[in-house]
């Protein structure tokens, strides 16, 4: 019978051929209700006619009986039709509901699921073809058109003659009804439609197209104001009765919890926003104002914070403004105003606290989302809403979103003991670093909170940053970019205190005591519990590469900040504390001196008394500057002029400082004269600029009252001089400028070269070169002027060749203080390399020289000895590298060393020839026979640091040997194949599958040809390595070794493609 009403439906709904034969002249109004007419009567004739219609009449008729609605002697032609269109509705949707309650009856029984799996389940029979729903969407058109939208209030709704042409016409040819008619109408058809709907087939119909309109009308007969009792009739009293009112209001309140939310907010947003136009095109220009009302405008608001407030309510309103958007502008601008209205606490809210409680929790699952466009969209929402409550709302933001955002963060400070292993979970860590790189750095938009929130955490980033920064995690990156980011937008003043923190400087919160990071299993990292470590001088070793560790992640940290002032400023402070405890310290000891005799406490009283905290204080501080100097270049440290002339202030101040208490002993040594010369030319070089800004002469102001010391009490009268004149420079702001300043601040200047004669000081030989290197690097990046590049090169001259002869040389390398010892052996290692002529004559000397300091004690000492010897083998290889191998393998010839020290002696040399071997180049073949002898047999010594150092000097050798390793191969197959297959040490085994690693990689595409009578024993070995040997990491070089022979075998068997011409000439 479905089929049956749906054709009568059809009648109403197709074109009428009497209305098409009608005269030319008339109207489109006019045709329109002469075809609904006609229509309306020849669906009243077939339902009487046709005799296969009965049930559908009886059906019909029943529902007619109960439709209180229906009016037989209206003479309007439209309600007419729509009255016979929800008829129909009506009679269809009771008869599916009964089809369908018999057949869930029916199929309901055991008897009638028994059916094979290739049998398809039975359809019900509320399924409605593709047809038939285009005809009941028509007849649902015309229900809507015709008698719902003309009869809702102006402004309720989006009004017909916005929608189409055939709207606007509609519009016309509609009369204007009482109030109490109109209204009754409105009533009869909303009720219909929502019948209809209670069967879910025709509900999809309904609410897909015109949900909307069933809103618009639910809401006017629901919350529209009653007529004041001067103006209303009986009729329309009885109309708004409050039980209908009410039924609507509870109808509507349904409605909208059933239907998917983005599209209610959707619909809502529509209706609150209403036309505010006053008329359209097309439309009578006396046709009522259509802005909407304001009884409607202050319901969807309330409605619309219900929706908001409810679960994921934020999450639907986001979807249903986004929702087909494609990432563009508008969207970026809808995603903007969405977080406006989200940061604003609506007028309908009863309480701000319960709603900005409830959306915050809301927007910090909206960072949470995992997608491409629609959670990017989601997430943009989210942290611009975040951005503008810190701006507006910083008294809810503060309680409701940064505190469950860093509580993972804060909990790994105020962790206490606990039962479980894990204290803060892998994801939790992740989603709050996550979340914070979203809000801070991605967002962008620093506030006093934002960055008043994150200094309270940033000591845990930074040593969350530090961990992974040694383990392979995912959380690297946005530690990095947090901590970069906090550092930029920082003032100052701040920065630098937060880096005091970092650098271990200054107390801060710490990750609690007995809790560490861990690597987590998904590529995170977790806070557990730390396994207590016995051993007093393990803890001692992890607490002090601890603490070296994280000095270096902070000066990788400074190294990103290239446009920042940041690390500048920071090293700058570094030096100025460092001359503040230079004097407070003098003080401080001359008084605890008078007071406690310090030599007589014990270790304890000493700390008690303070003065290990002290010392302790000054040694951190020293660290973190001698860290700066040797990982930042120059550019970073001192970027901008006023930052040189800083770095100069505390140069001079220091040397005020050894000018002062130059007879008391506990503050050490003063400043050298080469120093201050340096620092005094660097001053000499910026003020020789052509045109120097008002600001630098303000920072050189601070120049003024050390340089005025040193005019007066520095002993030597060249560097008084030099100081007097920079001071009246610098004081008259260049209008009194010396013809020689630039000359004579040069430190190649004859008065400079005298000054620095007379009275060289060797202890202070470390502190000069760094003052040089930086003074010369920022001359050569800020020179301008002719003066300031003669400047530079004579500097760069007076490093390079030294003024002092050859024997004097020796001389200091002979003097027991280590710096000048240290600094007489590089100078000796500098004539090596560039082939002085007195070292030439005096090789042997040279030769003994390094011997003997190679045994040093003092790695400072002993590392330059290595690399004068290296470069004694370099320069002359066959006088030298006879005698470095004898003692290589037998221990050191000379007579003065000692024999205790013999295995490291061996150790050092083995250094010794394997710089040597690098150096070596092209001519590796012919100068390394030897040495692979001498290897070879170091691999049978009885001291396994022996054999582990002539296997790794073994393959730095082979891997430059290229094809005169062939008649080699053999012996140092064999060789390699014992070492990994009988040796015991897993240290040894490592160095031995480390040399084939090395074979390989320098032989690369030549290994079959130089390795092919052995590449089998070889392949086979480091088999045997991956599957017998009990040491993790032997088993790692051995992949790796295969990984490297692997490469090699497909390049060769799967050559790369070369497009190349050939020429062959014919006989």
Known sequence: MTAEIISLLNVLTKPSSEASGLDAKLSKEEVLQAALLANRDALLERLHSDSSLTDVRRFREEVLAGARWFLNDTEDVMWCFVQECLLLLLTLARHLSAELELFNRTHSSPATKLHTPEMAPPLPPDVLSVTQQKTLGSVLQFVVSLGLCPYLAPGVGVPLGHRSAFGAMLEKMICSQAAAVAQRRLQTTTNVLLQCAEQSSLATLVFTRHLGDVMAALCQLGYQPQLSEGSTTKDVKELHEEEERRNCQETLKCLLGKVYQPVVIKELLILQGGNKQSGTVGSSSGSKDRRTPSWLRRLCGHLLSERLMQPNGVRAVIRAILEGGTGGESDWRKCDGIARILAACPQQSTSADTYYRQICSQILDLLHLKGKLTAQQFQRVATRTVLYLLQEKPTFAQPYFLVPLLSPLHRCITAADVNCQVVVEEWELMQCVEDINKIWVVGNMPSTLLLKALEEVLPVVFTLFCFTKQNVSNLRVPCQDILLWYLSHMES????????????????????????????????????????????????????????????????????????????????????????????????????????????????????????????????????????????????????????????????????????????????????????????????????????????????????????????????????????????????????????????????????????????????????????????????????????????????????HP?????????????????????????????????????????????????????????????????????????????????????????????????????????????????????????????????????????????????????????????????????????????????????????????????????????????????????????????????????????????????????????????????????????
């Open 493 to 800: 003043s701040t920065a630098l205190s937060v880096l005091r923190q970092l650098s271990g400087l200054q107390a801060h919160a710490e990750v609690a005591a007995g809790f560490s990071f861990t690597p987590g299993s998904c590529g995170g990292v977790q806070l557990s519990c730390r396994d207590d470590c016995s051993d007093e001088d393990n803890a001692l070793y992890e607490k002090l590469s601890g603490e070296q560790w994280r000095l270096e992640c902070l000066t990788d940290l400074l190294a990103q900040l290239k446009d920042s002032d940041v690390p500048g400023d920071f090293f700058l402070d570094l030096l100025q504390e460092l001359t503040r405890w230079t004097t407070v310290a003098a003080e401080e000891e001359e008084e605890d001196g008078q007071q406690l005799n310090i030599s007589a406490m014990t270790l304890l009283e000493a700390e008690q008394q303070g003065c290990v905290a002290r010392q302790a204080y000054t040694l951190a501080l020293l660290q973190v500057l001698a860290i700066m100097v040797e990982t930042l270049q120059h550019t970073v440290l001192l970027k901008k002029n006023i930052q040189v002339v800083g770095f100069i202030v505390s140069l001079l101040e220091r040397a005020c400082i050894g000018l002062d208490q130059t007879s008391c002993l506990s503050i050490g040594k003063p400043i050298e004269s080469q120093t201050l010369t340096m620092g005094m030319g660097l001053v000499a070089t910026l003020l020789s600029e052509p045109q120097l800004s008002v600001e630098l002469y303000s920072s050189m102001s601070r120049l003024l009252q050390p340089l005025g010391t040193l005019s007066q009490k520095h002993p030597e009268l060249f560097i008084q001089e030099l100081a007097s004149n920079l001071r009246a420079v610098i004081a008259t702001q260049g209008a009194y400028r010396p013809d020689n300043l630039s000359t004579r601040a040069a430190p190649g200047s004859k008065d400079s070269g005298m000054s620095s004669k007379d009275n060289y000081m060797p202890n202070n030989k470390t502190e000069t070169k760094e003052s040089q290197t930086l003074s010369v690097n920022h001359v050569h990046k800020n020179s301008v002027t002719r003066q300031s590049a003669s400047f530079g090169d004579s500097v760069t001259s007076q490093i390079s």
């Open 803 to 1067: 003024s002092k002869r050859f024997s004097d040389w020796l001389l200091e390398a002979c003097d027991p203080d280590i710096p000048t010892k240290a600094f007489a052996l590089r100078t000796l290692t500098q004539k090596v390399q560039s082939n002085d002529p007195e070292t030439l004559q005096d090789v042997e000397r040279v030769l003994i020289l390094f011997l003997e300091n190679l045994e040093h004690e003092e790695s400072f000492i002993y590392l330059s000895a290595i690399q004068g010897l290296s470069s004694l083998a370099d320069s002359y290889p066959e006088r030298i590298l006879k005698r470095l191998l004898r003692d290589f393998q037998h221990g050191p010839s000379l007579s003065t060393s000692n024999k205790y020290q013999s295995l490291e002696f061996r150790l050092k040399m083995g250094e010794v020839l394997m710089r040597a071997s690098r150096a070596m180049g092209d001519l590796a073949p012919h100068l390394g026979h030897p040495l692979v002898a001498v290897f070879l047999r170091g691999t049978r010594d009885s001291d396994q640091s022996v054999r582990a150092s002539s296997l790794s000097n073994l393959g730095e050798l082979c891997q430059r040997l290229d094809y005169a390793l062939g008649p080699l191969a053999q012996e140092l197959s064999s060789c390699l194949t014992a070492v990994i297959k009988t040796e015991k040490e897993a240290e040894v085994r490592r160095a031995a599958v480390h040399v084939i690693t090395q074979l390989i990689r320098g032989l690369s595409h030549k290994t079959t040809q130089v390795l092919r009578d052995v590449l089998l024993d070889l392949y086979r070995a480091l088999k045997w390595v991956v599957r017998s040997d009990p040491d993790e990491v032997t088993v790692l070089h051995a992949q790796l070794a295969l990984e490297e022979l692997d490469a090699v075998m497909r390049s060769l068997i799967f050559p790369k493609q070369k497009l190349e011409k050939k020429i062959v000439v014919l006989p």
